[in-house]
């Protein structure tokens, strides 16, 4: 057979054997080399199991440790607020220890204390190998003992009981109490002699208590409105006297008024001061006897002679013996409530964290705000509109260092620039009349949130270069030939496209930013801040007041409180706190974005 | 033209070098005598003249001039990598945004020119529309698929959009698939439904040439079909240039054929006469499968 090689051009023609034009597969050669070496398996690499054994153990090891910490974090703060029973210890010498049992360890008793046991345990001990078991107890009683924990050894333990008549109290002050209620009592007479009708009888004593607490709390805030107004008067007549001179007329005036508001306003807090006074004396007829394990009364405060505690001082208090389960189950969601929705009490160990859970989620969703356009801005022009060469390299690579920066080191920078660069100019226009006590010049939500920001950005403009990247040229191809300008391409096409894997970045940024600490201790972030960024008054947000954060209470409670081992559940439910919020924070951004790619989705192809 | 060119250089295009058996023959035809007078009887829409262009220095398009004739459909078959698509590209300078490509001569859209620095892209490709290999469309609802055009234009008046929707899904053959659910997205329709919609898109805003890349090389036969029927009825009424790779759809669809290959139109003329009596050996062999 012969073909025409030369059919493409109408040059001379050669004459080719078929071979060279249609290289053919030669499937015999093939079929005779497998023949050759007869039945065999797959070797082992080849198949590639022993990789896939490590990628899995991998991932099974990076499973665990997350596992085992999001454990750790859910037990130890789900457990925390569950009444636990109260154990009254009788030790050797005599001595009683009423308390909860926090938690027990083995440990190595030292020669001296081994010397001063009794025979039999010592034989016991060294028996063991010197090693002995030996409680954390809760006793509670600061005031009294100085001391919130004890430890007791288990060779000192003469016996051990669950008395019924102990009470755990909560006090507003001075943690919790632990002791026996012998009785409840109204201008010094006794309301209940039978210890059975305790729980019903301080039940009503103590819910009067709690509404003339409310009471209070109303007529306290109505306080701080008076001293909110009486400080934009004394402001009013400071700005007068910046603008018009200390002389004027104008001036004169404005401190006319203000004199007539403020001697108003006295008249207001003097009446409302002695509406509280009035609350509190009714409140102070209410008592209650409580006894320790050694029968000391525990008083109202260390430093007063001798009297028991006020009932409108404690915030809670149950039999922790005679609980039934259900009541059990009520005083620790109530306990959970309290957590939830008031401020912290007694630096911090105690009360709730409202003021921290709304100064994270605050602080989040306004650096959300800042760092969302800024990043997709910037990584538009990086993607779209620069020429690709050295200097988008180079700022490229500028902003993926970035993200390797110490965080300390940008709120360094957010303190220096935000803080004292702008917030200082910002006060010398807007705010001159407070100077010198800062506005904006100083730590404030809205400095920490464009710290944070600026932390993060890096993470937005890499997912969102990224995301440009994905969009197929095909669309872009498609719009142009309908005529549309670049702009209009980015905007009504690229951009809707790649807003999923936008909203990634962006919630890799909040998880991110939620969990910062180090940044916001300079930029803002306080241990107690007396006022929510967020109130009542014009202008409603206050972005320059300082704020709580979870992450920083953390920090504080566990590591710079007075009683760190008191505060140590309240760390563990906080941390669960904080996982649960930035959680759910990406569950919101998460399902925002399934929404969108399911808008996306190509359904063939 | 500068035949020796070609014998330096290997025949590189966008997809890479392709084999060709045997020696490389310089190709002796110019462009005025491989178009067939019939095609130069016609009124021309769009004319191609002495167009070059380049791929950084590999160049793709070896003086292309080829006028398109008003209200037919015209296709352009050859080989993988023949330019056929660079050309096509070309013409609403879709080409501008690949980096290092760079043309001599000049196309011309009735009568304007397209090729110069002060001609507004963007008002130019308003006048044409372009249906894609791969169909494309927005991740947007059917009917703001179909008015994008319009659009970004700026159009919102609602029975300017209604009245457009209507006629073009209608001259697209997908008006009666469609007309139910037009504020679904548009990814969700078929693959024929998406091509189909591509092409109503494409007319939507009214263009003097309508511009197919290969339009049903991603479609099954059925879809494909479809397509080509309404391809045929959209002959009078709008131009149509058509590069394809299916010999067979080139016949069924066009009223003229233009042959290209390594950059070269070899031969254009009417599909018939091209089909029947190919005036040239290569196009005659392209044509019958031995190569190509």
Sequence with gaps: MSVETGFLFSGPRVEMPPSEILPVADASAVRNSRKRKGPRSTQLAARGEPYVWLMGSGLAIATLMILGLLFLVFYNGISTFWPKRIVEFTLIDGAKILGEVIRSERYQVSPSELAGMSAESRIRITASGGWSRRYLVRTGNYDLYGDDFKWVVESQIAGRALPLNVWLIERMEWGRAVGRLQKLTRDNIPLTRNSDEFYRIFSEVHGVAIDSKKKIARLQDKIGALNYALENSRLAVRKASLKYGDESTQHKAVAEAAAREESRLTKDFERLQAEIASIRSEDGRFRAYVFDAAGTLIPERPSSPVTPMLVSQIVRAYPANTLTLLKRIQVYLSRWVEFLTTEPREANTEGGVLPAIFGTFMMTLIMSLVVAPFGIIAALYLREYARQGTLVSAVRIAVNNLAGVPSIVFGVFGLGFFCYVIGGRLDMLFFPEKLPAPTFGTGGILWASLTLALLTVPVVIVATEEALAAVPRSMREGSYACGASKWQTIWRIVLPRATPGIMTGIILAMARGAGEVAPLMLTGVVKLAPELPFDSHFPFFHLNRSFMHLGFHIFDVGFQSRNSEAGKPMVFTTTLLLIALVALLNIVAIRLRSRLIKRFKVAHF | ?292
């Excluded at chain 2, 966008?14 to 002796?28: N, T, W, Y």
Aim: glycine residues 6%.
């Design chain 2, 1 to 292: 033209m500068n035949n020796t060119q070609i014998v330096d250089e290997s025949p590189v295009t966008l997809f890479g070098p392709i084999a060709i058996p045997g020696k490389q023959e310089p190709v002796s035809k110019t462009a005025q005598t491989c178009t067939d007078p019939e095609v130069l009887r016609e009124k021309p829409v769009l004319e191609i003249e002495h167009f070059d262009l380049w791929y950084g220095t590999t160049q793709a398009l070896f003086d292309v001039t080829m006028p398109i004739p008003s209200g037919k459909v015209t296709a352009l078959i050859g080989p993988s990598g023949c330019g056929k698509s660079t050309l096509i590209r070309s013409v609403n300078r879709l080409n501008d945004l690949i980096d290092g490509v760079r043309y001599a001569g000049d196309m011309r859209l009735n009568g304007d020119t397209i090729y110069s620095p002060r001609v507004d892209v963007i008002e130019l490709r308003k006048r044409m529309g372009m249906v894609f290999q791969k169909s494309n469309p927005f991740p947007m609802s059917i009917y703001e698929n179909v008015i994008y055009s319009l659009r970004i234009d700026g159009e919102n008046r609602k029975n300017v959009l209604d009245e457009t929707v209507e006629r073009c899904l209608k001259s697209a053959a997908l008006w009666d698939e469609a007309k139910d659910r037009l504020d679904e997205s548009a990814l969700e329709l078929s693959g024929g439904q998406q091509q189909r919609l591509c092409i109503a898109r494409a007319i939507a805003a009214d263009p003097e040439v309508l511009l197919m890349d290969e339009p049903c090389s991603a479609l099954d036969p059925i879809a494909t079909a479809k397509v080509e029927e309404l391809i045929f009825s959209l002959r009078g009424e709008y131009t149509v240039l058509i590069v394809t790779h299916n010999m067979q759809q080139a016949a069924r669809v066009s009223d003229f054929t233009a042959f290209m290959y390594l950059g070269r139109l070899l031969e254009y003329g009417p599909t018939k006469t091209l089909f029947v009596n190919p005036s040239l050996k290569q196009t005659e062999d392209y044509m019958t499968g031995r190569f190509g």
